[in-house]
């Protein structure tokens, strides 16, 4: 069923969505939300997908940029993923990469500087997350309005709470351990099912999703500090590819 939620959508009709609701009021057309997605499995698919059938535009801000054991994934890897699971909504997502903490004021701020069609400061947005963060957002939008910090208007913002974000129990960690394992038929069954609409996609994802898992960017590492050395000695176009290399794998320069 379809559930056209926006025009004052009711208690009952945004239960039916999956999305609870803790004020009342109406319901912003625009829906934000937030993760590192490391990588993006098909809990995350499903929330993304119930929001969808909510808002007009689902704005995804994809934190956790800066590579580690933890972050192993480039933004850009986590993005095709992203795509290869959501081709039924994708026309209504806007995915943002957001260098940086998870703060909603300088989220929002780089969401309209980034050029997004569907926002800008003072408009309506909610934002949709687990029990993990809800009160650190809550607390970040209270704190904001208290300030009047300038750039953006945070009264307009709410926080809601996803009941069921983890409606498989999945976690990117679990995702994680098994790509290290090698254990691919494992990582399938954790992502959304349309990725496997594209078998020849999902393999080579796969293929990347493991090598960066298993400390594949080191090789780059290597390229890197080759170009670098040569940019330093006046190769500017080595300074150029280093510096899109980095880019691509989320690297920053120190």
Not at 50 to 62: C, E, L, P, Q, S
Not at 110 to 133: F, I, L, M, N, T
Not at 186 to 210: F, G, I, N, R
Not at 218 to 247: H, P, V
Request: hydrophobic share 40%; with cysteine.
């Amino acid at each position: 069923n379809t559930y056209h939620l926006y025009l004052q959508p009711g208690t009952e009709v945004l239960k039916k969505a999956g999305l609870s609701e803790e004020d009342g009021g109406r319901a912003a057309n625009i829906g934000l939300t937030v993760g590192r997605f490391q990588p993006f499995h098909k809990d995350h698919a499903r929330l993304v997908r119930k929001m969808a059938n909510r808002y007009d535009k689902v704005i995804v801000a994809v934190t956790g940029n800066k590579l580690s054991e933890d972050n192993p994934f480039s933004f850009e890897l986590r993005k095709e993923l992203m795509e290869l699971s959501l081709p039924d909504v994708e026309p209504k997502l806007e995915i943002y990469k957001i260098d940086g903490g998870a703060f909603l004021p300088a989220i929002l701020q780089h969401v309209a500087e980034a050029g997004s069609k569907s926002y800008q400061p003072g408009d309506s947005v909610e934002v949709v997350v687990g029990d993990d963060r809800f009160d650190e957002f809550k607390q970040q939008v209270a704190k904001a309005v208290k300030d009047v910090m300038s750039g953006v208007d945070m009264t307009a913002v709410r926080v809601l709470k996803a009941p069921d974000g983890r409606a498989d129990g999945i976690s990117g960690k679990q995702v994680r351990a098994a790509l290290k394992a090698g254990e691919l038929d494992q990582v399938k069954e954790m992502l959304d099912p349309h990725c496997a609409s594209d078998e020849a996609a999902l393999d080579s994802l796969l293929q990347e999703l493991q090598s960066a898992v298993n400390g594949g960017t080191k090789n780059e590492g290597i390229i890197i500090e080759f170009l670098t050395d040569r940019w330093n000695n006046g190769d500017e176009e080595a300074g150029d590819l280093a510096s899109s290399i980095m880019y691509t794998l989320g690297y920053e320069w120190v």
